[in-house]
């Protein structure tokens, strides 16, 4: 049963007429005592603090517990070798937190099949600790023969959600369950500038329904501006006529507002980005930078190129529906195909090897 | 700006045993927008909060509730003769600026007021039971959407103490045992301007170490956030909170207060030094009413599922099989079930078609024996005719005899008397012959 009942709205006390031996009453409003001050008044209007109970202050206590215990994030970058996804990640991140970084050095081989390499920082900000986890997959398409190539991503995505759900249908269940899953997959597209390659078609297709898949255009400073617009058109094209959806997908838009702001960024994506760990002065700031004979690339720039445009979706607007998409939705299409299956019972296998991969 | 904001190094443990390095930032990166991010994503979806509240009837339970919440809850006080204890529930939806909160208000109806009060806390531990298996049910769905699913487990328990000023009474101690468990309790003095200030100390030290005596656990305010720890633990030290309700106003100096007024005084709810009121209010709803939710998810409702799984014969059993023991068990019980459903209903199927074939037979057997009997009576009655007939028709060959024979008789006569000699010619007739 649900009722409607409105918090009462106070009429305004009215103003007595004084005693003669009383001297004139000084209005004191009732402050509460620990308060979290403006902003609340009851929705009804009138006097302002007479009818506050507090209940907004459940938005403090909530903010306080989730930055007492801090944020996982697990972001897995796919593309072809050297098209600067470990730039890009410690440019997103400003800070050295992929894997190229950790002791890698840029004269390791390319490997002979995909390798799934994952490496872990905690980064704070403002107070917020955040473990960052930065899942690289050297291989994915240097090979003369790709095909199949995107098998070993798509069985680590599912070795973490298998992971997630073994922990909980446990009996006795970790209070906060390691979160590995991976919230945002980074696809790079080359910037051929005429469409997507068979290879970038066939990973979305396969893995788009199985993880937010968020395609970028690397190394766009060798993209004009007309040449970038077109190209993201047909790309767009592409991916639309393929069944493609790519993250923010239309059909997880929660309301009218948010399906406006989302339409936005689905029209300009996939973003053109430049990555650099690299500060240069222009104009007498010092900014992130691509230096070349003829100029130089300032990353932040949103002439230049899209990368502030990913850096505002992916981190300072998006972070968190990326991760409540990933467990809402993947993840439970995951668990409910699992319970489902009778006889699923068995640890998962790709259909190429039956070992589980090891990290 | 990108100066330096260095982090020293240190093995930061975010899981037990693994060591995760931190790193500095060389600039601003935006994420410590993540805390708004996650409330703005609550707040579209709107909180909801659940309080149960125990206690006989006529403890102000009901007042109370409109006090803390500044609002007319809907009800008629409840009579003295329930039979038993019932526990009515009522949500409403509240709004403060833009916080949009679904409030259910559980009351015990008849508690306390029966003779025999032994089974008195059952229905509250049911109710709360229910509720847990309601939401233990929904993560056991294969198609399930906990995101939105509306949290009806019990946050808080407030358990009305009545102001005897003298100790409690075992139905609450009891009670409150019973409860302690599966609800994070907060035991409130009801009516408590019924009690002196002095006295009012002691039952509240009386009352604290019956509780610890008994081992009765009740909810403490957390300390673990620096920013809450000092207001908590002080707060813990003033329970049981002697709270006094009302809803009607009374002018105090300048300002209308919410207050009861008596003949030697007047008694302010909201003031400290009168009752305990603004105390309970910070705890239950501006300090820590999150961590009240928080701690019935991760802690009763851990313990009702993990009793209930292993009840059900669920095992976390060696790490080989465990993940899928739960997943398979339930999986084999299910099969298990809908075999023994089905083989239930075959049963059923079977047992009522030889039900229906025998009464067939039965119904076939009676026709059969009325058909019988109906060919028997008509046989009986077709003998009896022929009988009759028969009979009649003797009847009539008498007659007729007798006719014959009384027709022959009469000309006899009438011939012997025409001639009165015939007699003689008939015996010359015959000499002759």
């Not at chain 1, 992929?98 to 390319?110: P, V």
């Not at chain 1, 986890?133 to 050297?138: A, E, F």
């Not at chain 1, 500060?279 to 100029?295: H, I, M, P, S």
């Not at chain 2, 030697?264 to 009168?274: D, L």
Request: hydrophobic letters at 30%.
């Amino acid at each position: 049963m649900s009722e409607i009942v409105p918090p009462e709205v106070r009429p305004k006390p009215a103003v007595p007429a004084k005693p003669s031996h009383v001297a004139p009453p000084a209005s004191v409003p009732h402050m509460p005592p620990h308060g979290p001050g403006a902003g609340s008044q009851g929705s009804g209007g009138g006097s302002t603090l007479l009818g506050y109970v507090g209940i907004d202050t459940i938005i403090e206590q909530m903010r306080k517990k989730t930055m007492k215990t801090g944020f996982d994030f697990n972001i897995m970058v796919v593309g072809q070798s050297g098209l600067g996804k470990s730039t890009l990640v410690n440019t997103l991140f400003k800070s050295q937190v992929s894997r190229r970084s950790s002791g890698w050095s840029r004269d390791d081989k390319i490997p002979k099949t995909v390798e799934i390499k994952s490496v872990s920082h905690v980064i704070e900000e403002g107070g917020v600790k955040m473990k960052l986890t930065v899942i690289d997959t050297p291989g994915f398409g240097d090979q003369i023969n790709n095909e199949n190539c995107w098998e070993p991503i798509s069985k680590y995505i599912n070795e973490q959600y298998e992971k997630f759900l073994k922990e909980e249908v446990n009996i006795a269940r970790k209070k906060r369950i390691p979160d590995t899953r991976v919230h945002c997959c980074l696809y790079f597209i080359s910037p051929t500038g005429h469409s997507l390659r068979q290879l970038d078609v066939e990973f979305m297709k396969h893995l788009g329904r199985a993880v937010n898949i968020i395609p970028v255009i690397a190394k766009a400073d060798t993209l004009t501006p007309e040449e970038k617009t077109e190209f993201k058109q047909r790309v767009r094209k592409e991916l639309e006529v393929c069944g493609i959806e790519f993250y923010p997908q239309k059909e997880f838009d929660e309301d009218m507002e948010d399906k406006s702001d989302n339409d936005k960024i689905r029209e300009a994506m996939p973003f053109a980005v430049v990555g650099s760990d690299k500060e240069y002065q222009v104009n007498g700031k010092r900014v992130l930078g691509r230096k070349t004979a003829w100029g130089i690339v300032e990353v932040e720039n949103p002439n230049h190129c899209e990368f502030s445009l990913l850096r505002d979706f992916l981190i300072r607007s998006h972070l968190q529906d990326l991760k409540e998409v990933t467990h809402n939705i993947h993840y439970e299409t995951y668990r409910a195909k699992r319970l489902n299956d009778n006889g699923g019972l068995h640890p998962i296998s790709s259909s190429s090897d039956t070992q589980e991969s090891n990290l | 700006s990108l100066g330096s904001w260095w982090l020293w190094r240190f093995l930061l443990g975010f899981e037990k045993g693994e060591g995760v390095r931190a790193v500095p930032l060389s600039g601003h990166v935006g994420f410590d927008s993540m805390p708004d991010q996650l409330v703005n994503k609550s707040v579209n979806h709107g909180f909801c909060f659940n309080i149960l509240c125990v206690g006989e009837t006529g403890l102000g339970k009901s007042t109370l509730m409109d006090t803390l919440f500044n609002t007319k809850f809907e009800g008629e006080p409840t009579q003295h003769n329930q039979p038993g204890v019932q526990l009515k529930s009522n949500t409403y939806e509240l709004q403060e600026s833009n916080v949009r909160l679904k409030l259910t208000i559980v009351n015990t109806v008849g508690f306390g007021d029966q003779i025999n009060k032994e089974d008195s806390y059952k229905p509250i531990v049911e109710f709360i039971d229910t509720h847990f298996e309601a939401y233990l049910q929904e993560e056991l769905k294969i198609k399930r959407t906990l995101h939105s699913y509306h949290d009806s487990r019990i946050h808080a328990c407030l358990y009305f103490i009545a102001p005897t000023g003298h100790s409690l009474k075992s139905l609450d101690l009891v009670t409150m045992k019973k409860l302690d468990s599966k609800v994070n309790i907060i035991p409130i003095i009801a009516k408590s301007d019924a009690i002196s200030k002095s006295e009012l100390a002691k039952f509240k030290i009386k009352i604290t170490s019956e509780l610890v005596s008994n081992g009765v656990q009740i909810y403490q305010f957390p300390t673990d956030d620096e920013t809450v720890a000092e207001i908590n633990s002080t707060m813990n030290g003033h329970l049981p909170f002697a709270v006094v309700g009302s809803t009607e106003e009374v002018k105090i100096g300048n300002k209308m207060v919410k207050a009861r007024q008596y003949p030697w005084g007047t008694v302010q709810v909201e003031n400290e030094n009168h009752c305990d009121f603004v105390k309970l209010r910070e705890m239950l709803i501006r300090v820590n009413m999150e961590d009240l939710r928080e701690q019935t998810h991760t802690r009763h409702y851990e313990l009702y599922r993990r009793c209930k799984l292993e009840e059900m014969g669920f095992k976390d059993t060696d790490p080989d099989s465990k993940p899928f023991s739960l997943q398979e068990t339930y999986e084999a019980k299910r099969n298990e079930f809908m075999g023994e459903l089905q083989k239930k209903e075959e049963e059923m199927r079977q047992m009522f078609v030889q039900r229906v074939k025998e009464k067939e037979a039965e119904l076939k057997e009676a026709e059969k024996e009325l058909h019988e009997k109906f060919d028997r009576l008509k046989k009986l009655h077709q003998d009896e005719k022929k009988k009759l007939e028969d009979k009649k028709k003797a009847l009539d060959d008498e007659q007729n005899i007798f006719k014959q024979k009384k027709t022959a008789a009469e000309l006899l006569q009438s011939q012997a008397q025409q001639a009165g000699g015939s007699t003689t010619l008939k015996r010359d007739k015959e000499r002759k012959k």
